[in-house]
Structure formats: structure tokens, C-alpha cells
């Protein structure tokens, strides 16, 4: 049995089904892809994952255990970037990655090295406000490395990036999943993960399995 | 504990570093109350006896102004979808939030309400009353506004719908605030009012952050 998994699930947002009976499963270091076009719930499923929507039908299971039980022990175990990036104007980048950091683990003891995996380092005393989109795209990844946690779901991750930040981030999940971890992410780039497997949202959309409830859609 | 201490400061930090969002609210204040010796004329009499009211509703009107943003630009750059999912309950984030909320605003209105009681021309009984009616009543103010601050969410133009929510909820505060400082001015004792204030504050204290919590789940969604 997969460690972390989803059985059945239905999204529906705004009187809309984004996508029904889905099932995913991933395993101690394992990883999935999430791809599928514009609106077939990519987000919305990483959503459900984190616990910031509730499913319409279905559960998600860690361990056997449904995690809307104890949303507290799935929220320690998680990190999530989304497609925002949180980051404080005023404050600078070493700032806004210890306040991340420090509520994370309740000490920002680790916070400096991660900076470096990210290549961001020497902008550590920069207000966030100079930030350029791909540089605050790296400092919201930047908290992965704060702290560890066994899953990793990460929201289209590659926006914005340059290719070596692309090879950081690549390297960070190898690391992530050399001990253990998971890592879920969706995205429309080709990214490349060995072993990762393949979720394609656009396979589970009303439309194909044209249910009763996307049939009285208007 | 830690983790509710370091929003406090960040936010803290948050205001000091843009400066003008707090200082604005102590400046309203004190224009808004400056603006009746000029409206109304320099009538000693007239004005002792409306310094109370105008006093305490321009202290409403000030919390008011600054609730708006309290919680819409961490909702904006997606800083509040990870505070939900930070290993610390959204109650707690929203009482961190109040607090530093009322640091940086309701604190500098205490500080500044008893220079304008002078210019307002308040018997000197009421002064010690109304900055204690005020250390009372200003938490319940900020308590209250994050409600209605967390419910306007994502509705765009949040700010009128902010004091139509917001203001007839700040009623028994200013009934009571106010009559506290008349009641000390008149010579009569205040134990009543301020308990009652006292009162309004511990229900707003377990109350408001579990309704905002549950307000912001739902913008959050």
C-alpha cells in the first residue's frame, strides 16, 4: 500500500466538476508529475493534497490514515509552494526566508545554507521589493531546504526560472527523494524526474467521463 | 509560542519598515478630533461636553481605516494560504496579527487621546478614565475588525462594505467607552462601564479569532 494516496476523488469548483474518480498513489521516495492544459486541476489537486480544499468525494489517505483527521500532523510533514510567491516587499530575502523558516520548524536555526542551493546567497540583504520574478521564484523554493519534510508539493515550480535554477530545483528533488521523500509537482515545462510517474489530469476531466454532474453543468 | 511571536514581529517590523500605514491612523485621529473645535466653535462649555464622544468615535474610525489591509496583502501575495498550513493553528495567526494590529494602532491612540482631551477642553476627572476606557476598549475594536476584515476577503472594494459590517458592531464599545469618562466627569463611579468593557474584551478574545479564522478558510478556499 502507497504510503500517500487519493481514492476517488471529486473537485468541484463553482458548480463546476474540475475532475472526478481519480486516484493517485505515491510511495516513499517516489515522485509524480501532474500535467494536463489550462483548468484541468492541476492546482486544484495540489490543493486537495495540502488540505486547503476539502474533496467533494473521495479521501486522501497518508499511511492508511485519512489527513483530514489530523491536519496539524499533515501540515508538519508538508512543504507547498504555490503559484504565488509570499515574499514581504520590505523585508529583506534573508527576512522573509527566516520568518518562513522559523515558523516552520519553531527555529530558523538553517535557514542561511538554504539560500545557496538556490543560488540566491549573495542577495541575502536584498529588500524583496528588487527581486526580480525568477529570483523570487527561487527564494519561495528556498524554503524547501529550511527544514525537512516527507512530501513536497510544488505548483507549476518552474515558472520563471532559469535553467540552472531549473538544475537546482531538479537537484533538490533527487536529494529529496534519495532519503525518502515525495515530491508532487505540476507542470506544463518538460521536467524531467527519473522514475517519476505521469498523473494527466485531462484524463479524469467531466468532459471525457462525461458524468451526470458535468452533463447538467450549463 | 515561538511561532506566534514571530508573526507579531514581522508584521511589527512590517509596519515600521512601510512607516506610513500606522503612523496614518494616529494622524486621522488627530485631525478628526481637531476638526470639531473648528466645526463646532471655540465654545469651552460645548466642547468639554462632547470631547468624550468625539473623542471615542474618532478612535472607532481611526482602528476602523487601518483594518483593511490587515489581512488582504498577506491574502494578495499568497502569504496567508501558507500561514494555514504553517504547523500552527489559523486562530493563532489571526490573534498574532490583532496583536500586532493593535500595537500599531491602538497603542498610539491611547497615547495621543489625552492631548486631545486638553485641546477638546475635558474636565482633567476624565482623563485617567478615558485612557483606561480606551486600553479596554481598543483590543475589542481590533478583535472585532478582524472579522469583518477576514469577511470582506477577496471582495474587491472592501472598504465601505468594511464599515457598514464593522461599525454597528463598535456600538456598545462606544456607548460605554463614553459613558465611562461622563459618568467619572460627573463624579459618579465607573466600576460598571469599565467591567462592562472589560467584559465585552474577554468575550472578543476567544470569539473573534475562531470567527475570522473560520472567514478566512473560507476566502481561502
Known sequence: MALFSGDD???????RVVFAALHFAVDAGGALLLTGANGSGKSSLLRLMAGLLAPANGRIAWDGEDTGEDPERHKARMHYVGHLDPIKPVLTVA???????VLKTGNGAAAGGA?????????AGV???YLSAGQKRRLNLARLETSPAALWLLDEPTAG????AVAGLRNAIARQRSVGGMVVLSTHAEMALDGAEVLDLGDFSAATQMTPAAEETP | MNRFWSIV?????????QGMDSLMAVMFFVIAVVLFPLGVGPEPNILARIAAGVIWVAALLASMLSLERLFETDFEDGSLELLLLMPLPLEAVVMAKVTAHWLTTGLPLIVAAPLLAV?????????????????????????VGAVGAALILGSGRGGMLLSLLVLPLFIPVLIFGVSAVDAAISGFPVRAQLLILGAFLLAALPLCPWTSAAALRQALE
Do not use: K
Not at chain 1, 526560472?161 to 540552472?164: F, I, K, M, T, Y
Not at chain 2, 477638546?120 to 481590533?142: E, Q, R, W
Open chain 1, 161 to 164: 526560472l532559469d535553467a540552472e
Open chain 1, 9 to 15: 476523488l471529486l473537485c468541484i469548483r463553482g458548480e
Open chain 2, 9 to 17: 514581529r514581522r508584521d511589527l517590523r512590517l509596519a515600521l519598515r
Open chain 1, 115 to 123: 539560500l545557496e542551493a538556490f543560488g540566491i546567497a549573495h542577495l
Open chain 1, 127 to 129: 529588500p524583496g521589493r
Open chain 2, 119 to 143: 485641546l477638546m477642553n475635558m474636565d482633567g476627572d476624565g482623563f485617567s478614565v478615558l485612557v483606561l476606557a480606551l486600553i479596554l476598549g481598543t483590543p475589542s475594536l481590533s478583535l
Open chain 1, 95 to 101: 527576512e522573509n526566508l527566516r520568518f518562513w523558516a
